[in-house]
Every structure is written in structure tokens, then in C-alpha cells.
């Protein structure tokens, strides 16, 4: 460790030992017996020793170095045992321990505000700042799994959307001066995130003014979902493994030059053109060449270190970047011990050996990761595409399978829907996996440069439709809606694992055009079989009626839930017709027809009601000409807090009672049965005469 607090250019971090006895761990270090990590081990919502004393910020003050590295342990056992039950995102907090103790002993919280990028590492944050009850983590009613707003001041921003922080950091910052305020802002972002588009235009911003105060802390641990990809990530790589003036040249100048555009020009800054030697050694340049101080890299685990360098950037005045270097999943052996993904997000495991306690059987993810390799095989002009995700949305066995048909370009969705559009007209066929959620960032681009171009580009919405437990800003309950103004793309949205197989290579087969599959998250359920074929779309039920009362359009994974309301229905005297539309966009033309036969026409869909499905549905029945009453059902026009998917359903009425309720009031109005004011829960009546 040099004297400043920077890594000597022969040591990292990541050298350092590490392995643990179920607790384990190592700090400043020093490393922990496997009895002390015993002791320190405390009990979820009820924390014990150091950390039960830490109800805010300014406790942290009193402890001495010492009692610091033990707090840390006591932390890192904490979180083994707490997420260990209720699942979370497990990695990245165990690498940031530290960190997050130095940055709430430098910085005076909420005053100084802390944010966080993306958030799935604020758990210490959140045990330092008086929320220590993590029994029910994600669930409804408890802690959030990221920041948020109502369960604390400390908490500035709860989008979970990656690369944001340092856009909100400069706004804030630029606040701060108008209004002659002299608090201090932190943001903290990862090296994954700063392979967005959206970090570097902020740093740009950011750097215009040099006497503005902001503190950026580069949480370098190699690995967002991912071992982070792109030229950022091989100049962060860069600092961390210099030892030499011609061993970093040499590397330089080869990975640099196959940089296009800014190659060169980046490796004769680096090489000393400008700057001079010390640059050639440890490579800032790229921060200050964007005028940005530059304090790094430094031991993420040394809190001695972290509070002197975020202590130097507190009085500087300036925009400062502290780049620390930590290890995911640090102190817990089974995290270390996973490759892919060093225990990002984890569920419910065995705390000892960090083993799934239940098998959740075959998911959605997993029928789209399979039927990807078997479509690899067969057509060699099928490429993958993933923004950073590749083990979360499946591909990781096609890039196995195929490593050079697989690209990862980081947290980068824009650019990844535009690189999408040119292998197609290149003359292959690229599949694009997302979050569902985070596609809406490249709406633009999906638009203007695939479905203009008239691109054959398939995109795999993955946890689609309402995802529970991670909260308002991981929903994937807009892209129906989004998607629906783009003219020539199409839309599909299975209902079961035969249907995502099939769906995928119907995708993959339209070459003139964009197409979506999209399905939801967790285990697949049972096989719904269809009982025949109108036009393009799948008959689930028939009504058995020679005018049916209803026909119920089901999108996607809530099959077996209309097939359920039909029951309910039948129970009621109600005849229906249950079909699936397989592909949702654009209407399939045989629906108006089979609408004029039936009395009513009804939606399902897992998406918000705002110009999803059922609007879609409404506009085409308008188009032909077919006046029949419709009622959608969807989610309503707000976020939603975090809970089950179950829970949140059962809260926004998408449940078979509460949809059977409203249909059969409908239906009772037609009939004329009753007063068309009465309540949704006389409706659940026949009415007798």
C-alpha cells in the first residue's frame, strides 16, 4: 500500500486472501478466526453486538479502527444470514461493506447526499442508516431491496434502472449552487454501469464545472451481472494491474488499437504524449482528460485508505473521481466460488454452502436459453445479443455453445438495438434478450433504426408484466404499450413452454421486420393445451353456446388464470370463449368476427391498461365495424410497491374472483338484472326472479 492510500502497482485487491468459515472474511487485512466470525454472527431483525448500536450514521463516529473491522464482519455475517432466507442481491453488498462504512463516516448523510446507482448494493446502507428488521426483505410490508424514498431521508433515488447516478448527482450538484448550499453529493457507480451511454454524457456535464463540488466513487469490482465488458472496463482493468512502463505500453497500444475512432488518440495520451510518464504508470488520463481529479486506485477494503482518499475528494472543491477497487462477494466463500456471477442475486439458500434450499423447477429464462442453442445449431445466421445479462436472461449456454455469435455490450441498450439493426442487414439474424423493463430505453432506436429499416431483429422481453418483489422500477408492465405505435413490428406473448419454443422460431423466421416474444418471470406453469384455431390464434375453451355471452382474449402467462374466470363464469350461467392470441400485435383479423358472435368481448392482459392489449383490441373491433361492449383488465396506471406477484395481483383486482365479479355485473347490465349502479360484489349474485 503506498503512503497516499493507492495500490502499490505490484499488489490488488483482488490478491489479498479471503476465504471463510461459513463467516469468514478478511478485513483491513487482517483476517478473522473462525470463532470471532462466530461471535460476530448476529440474528436477522434482531442485530447483535457493534451493529445493534448503529442506528445512524454519526454512531459510526465513536468506533475505533479496530472496532470499525469488526462492525464490517458483523455486517458480512448479517447479510449471509439474512438474505440467506429471503433471498436478494447477496455479491454486491458483501463487496462494498467497507466502502459503505467510510463513506457514512466521511460524508454527514442525508445532509450530503449519497446516492446510488442502480441500487442493488445499498443493503449496508440501509443496516447503517436505522434499518436493521431485514426479516422480510422484498416482501410486502418490509424492506425494500433497493433505496427508497418512504422508508428513509438517507434514500435519494429508487429507479433501479443502471447508469442514472451521476445524471442525478450533477442536477443535485447544480442545485446545490444556485440555492448557496454547500453540502456535499457522493455518487457511487459501478464499473458495469459505466459502460451506459447515459455516465458519460453526465461526466461530460459534470466536468464543465471545475469548482463545483461532487464526489463520483467508481466501485470497480470487475463485475456488474457480468464480468464487465468494453474499452472502459480494459482502462479500468488497466488500473489495476499496472507494474510497468513497457508491459502497460505494450498492452495499451494492442487493445487500444483495435478501438475505433478514439483508439489512437486514447493511446497517445496514455503512452505520455501529453501527460508524462506518471500516466503510463497509473493511466488516469482518461478522468482527467475530461478534466475530472482523479484519486486511485484504491484498496476497497482498507477502511484507513477509503476514509483518507473520499476525505481528500470531500475538501478538494472540485468534481473528484475515487476509484476503489473491491470484490464482489467478498468474505463468503460460495460467492467467491461462482464464476458467473459472484452471487449477484441469489434466492433462498443454504447460509453454509450457499446451495439453493428448493428447486423452483422449469422457468421461463431457463425453455428460451435451451431453445436459443437449438436454433443456433440449426441456423448459423442466428447471433445473441445481451446488455450486460447474459446468465439472467439466458444465454449463457448459447454463448457456451457459440462464443463468437454472442455479444455483450454492456449496459448499453441503445446501442444494442442499433448494433442489432446493422447484423441484420449484414445478413444475419440477431435475438436480442432484455429485461422487459429495460428496453424502454431504447424505444428510439427500436423505432428509427430497426423497425424504419424494416430490420428482421427479434427481441426477448424477459421478465415481462408484473415481476413482484423487485419493486416498481423492474415491472415489465409498459412495453405493450410502448411497443404498440411501432408500425411492422409484431408482438407475441406465450402462454406456456411448448408456446415459447414455438413462438421463438416463429419470431426468427420473419426477416422483413422486427418481432417481440415476451414472457414473464419464474416457474413455467402446467401446459395449457388448445382445443382449436381460429385464424392465428388458439381456442382454450369453447363456449358451448350458440351466441356465447363472453369472449375472453387472455395475453400470455394469465391463460390458466382466464381459463379460471371462464369456470367461475360458467358457474353463473355465463357462456365463454377463451382464446389466446398468440401474437398480440398486430390483432389478429379473425377476432372481429368471432367478437360480433359473442355479447361481450373481455382482455386479460399483464401489462399497464393504458394502450396495451385491450386498447388494441378496441381500436380493431372500431376499425371492422363490430359494436360489442369490452371490458379490459390490466394493470392500472401507477407504480407498484414491492411484493409477490401474487400480492400485487390480488391488489390490483387482476385475480379470477375479482375479474368473474365485474364480467358477471357486466353481463347483468346487459340482461337488464339489476341496477346498473349497484356494487361489484352484488354482481357476484344471479340475480333470481
Not at 392 to 401: E, N, S
Request: charged share 25%; net charge negative; proline share 5%.
Amino acid at each position: 500500500m503506498a503512503p497516499d492510500g493507492t495500490l502499490d502497482s505490484t499488489k490488488s485487491a483482488k490478491a489479498r486472501p479471503s476465504s471463510i468459515d461459513a463467516q469468514l472474511t478478511t478485513q483491513g487485512g487482517r483476517v478473522k478466526d473462525s470463532r470471532e466470525a462466530r461471535r460476530s454472527r448476529v440474528v436477522v431483525g434482531d442485530a447483535e453486538g457493534l451493529l445493534a448500536g448503529v442506528t445512524g450514521p454519526r454512531d459510526l463516529d465513536r468506533l475505533t479502527p479496530e472496532q470499525l473491522d469488526e462492525l464490517a464482519a458483523e455486517i458480512r455475517a448479517f447479510l449471509v444470514d439474512a438474505v440467506s432466507k429471503t433471498g436478494g442481491h447477496l455479491g454486491p453488498n458483501l463487496g462494498v461493506v467497507e466502502l459503505t462504512i467510510a463513506l457514512h463516516r466521511v460524508f454527514d448523510s442525508p445532509r450530503d447526499r449519497v446516492l446510488w446507482d442502480t441500487g442493488h448494493q445499498s443493503y449496508v446502507h440501509k443496516l447503517l442508516t436505522g434499518r436493521q428488521d431485514f426479516a422480510r426483505l422484498k416482501m410486502k410490508g418490509g424492506l425494500s431491496g433497493y433505496p427508497a424514498r418512504a422508508e428513509s431521508d438517507h434514500d435519494i433515488i429508487e429507479n433501479s434502472h443502471a447508469s442514472t447516478v451521476l445524471g442525478w448527482a450533477d442536477g443535485l450538484a447544480k442545485a446545490n449552487e444556485l440555492l448557496g448550499k454547500d453540502d456535499h453529493v457522493v455518487a457511487v457507480i459501478g464499473d458495469g454501469a459505466l459502460t451506459g451511454g447515459m455516465a458519460w454524457e453526465a461526466l461530460n456535464n459534470i466536468a464543465a464545472a471545475k469548482d463545483r463540488p461532487l464526489v463520483i466513487v467508481v466501485n470497480d469490482n470487475e463485475r456488474s451481472y457480468a464480468p464487465t465488458i468494453g474499452g472502459l472496463a480494459n482502462h479500468l482493468a488497466t488500473l489495476r494491474t499496472t507494474d510497468g512502463y513497457e508491459r502497460f505500453l505494450a498492452r495499451g497500444k494492442d487493445l487500444l488499437g483495435r478501438t475505433p475512432v478514439v483508439g489512437k488518440p486514447l493511446y497517445e495520451t496514455l503512452h505520455g504524449a501529453k501527460k508524462g510518464l506518471k500516466d503510463v504508470i497509473a493511466p488516469q488520463g482518461m478522468f482527467e482528460d475530461l478534466g475530472l481529479k482523479y484519486l486511485g486506485p484504491i484498496d476497497g477494503h482498507d477502511m484507513e485508505a477509503l476514509e483518507s482518499a473520499l476525505s481528500r475528494a470531500k475538501r478538494f472543491g472540485g468534481p473528484v473521481i475515487v476509484h476503489c477497487l473491491t470484490e464482489k462477494g467478498r468474505g463468503y466463500q460460495p460467492a467467491l466460488q461462482d464464476e458467473a456471477d459472484r452471487f449477484h442475486a441469489v434466492g433462498k439458500i443454504h447460509p453454509d454452502t450457499g446451495l439453493p434450499i428448493a428447486s423452483s423447477g422449469l422457468d421461463w429464462t431457463s425453455v428460451f436459453g435451451e431453445e436459443m442453442v437449438r436454433l443456433g445449431e440449426e441456423r448459423p445466421d442466428i447471433v445473441a445479443i445481451t446488455a450486460a445479462m447474459l446468465h439472467p436472461v439466458g444465454l449463457d449456454r448459447f454463448a457456451k455453445a457459440f462464443p463468437h455469435r454472442v455479444y455483450d455490450v454492456g449496459i448499453a441498450e441503445q446501442h444494442g438495438a442499433v448494433s442489432a439493426a446493422g447484423l441484420a442487414t449484414g445478413g444475419l439474424h440477431p435475438v436480442f434478450a432484455v429485461y422487459a423493463t429495460f428496453l424502454n430505453r431504447a424505444f428510439d432506436q427500436v423505432l428509427m433504426d430497426v423497425a424504419l429499416h424494416k430490420c428482421g431483429v427479434t427481441f426477448v422481453l424477459d421478465r415481462a408484466g408484473v415481476t413482484g418483489t423487485d419493486g416498481a422500477s423492474h415491472n415489465g408492465m409498459w412495453d405493450l404499450s410502448i411497443l404498440q405505435v411501432v408500425p411492422g413490428l409484431r408482438i407475441s406473448a406465450p402462454r406456456d413452454a411448448d408456446q415459447v419454443r414455438a413462438q421463438l422460431r416463429e419470431a426468427v423466421a420473419v426477416e422483413d421486420a422486427p418481432t417481440v416474444v415476451r414472457f414473464s418471470k419464474g416457474a413455467v406453469g402446467p401446459a395449457v393445451q388448445a382445443v382449436g384455431r381460429v385464424g392465428g390464434m388458439d381456442v382454450l375453451r369453447e363456449a358451448g353456446a350458440e351466441r356465447p355471452d363472453v369472449l375472453l382474449v387472455s395475453v400470455g402467462a394469465l391463460a390458466p388464470m382466464c381459463l379460471e374466470i371462464a369456470d367461475l363464469l360458467d358457474k353463473q350461467g355465463i357462456s365463454t370463449t377463451v382464446v389466446d392470441p398468440r401474437w398480440v400485435k398486430p390483432v389478429d383479423e379473425a377476432l372481429a368476427p368471432l367478437a360480433e358472435r359473442h355479447r361481450v368481448v373481455v382482455t386479460v392482459e399483464d401489462n399497464i391498461r393504458v394502450g396495451g392489449v385491450g386498447s388494441a383490441v378496441a381500436q380493431a373491433l372500431r376499425d371492422a365495424g363490430v359494436d360489442v361492449p369490452l371490458r379490459d383488465f390490466g394493470i392500472p396506471p401507477r407504480f407498484l410497491d414491492h411484493a409477490s406477484r401474487a400480492e400485487v395481483l390480488t391488489e390490483i383486482g387482476l385475480t379470477a374472483p375479482d375479474i368473474a365479479r365485474q364480467v358477471t355485473g357486466l353481463v347483468a347490465r346487459l340482461d337488464g338484472r339489476y341496477d346498473t349502479t349497484a356494487g361489484a360484489a352484488e354482481a357476484a349474485e344471479p340475480v333470481r326472479d
